[in-house]
C-alpha cells in the first residue's frame, strides 16, 4: 500500500511540475531563441555609430 502512496505522489508531484512550466511559458513566452532572420554575418564589419 506505501508504494502505491508513493507512486501517486510522485505522479501528482510530476503533473504539477508539468502544469507549472506550461503556465510560466503562457505567462513569459517560451526560451526560443528569435530567428528573425536579421543574423549579421561572421567577419562582417558594422556600420559606426556617430553621435
Known amino acids: 500500500m506505501a508504494d502505491l ?3 501517486s505522489i510522485f505522479v501528482a508531484f510530476t503533473a504539477l511540475c508539468i502544469a507549472y512550466i506550461s503556465w ?3 505567462i513569459i ?3 526560443e531563441p528569435d530567428t528573425g ?3 549579421v554575418e ?3 564589419t558594422k556600420d559606426p555609430v556617430s553621435l
Open 29 to 31: 513566452g517560451s526560451d
Open 42 to 44: 561572421v567577419g562582417a
Open 5 to 7: 502512496i508513493y507512486v
Open 24 to 26: 510560466c511559458d503562457r
Open 37 to 39: 532572420g536579421t543574423a
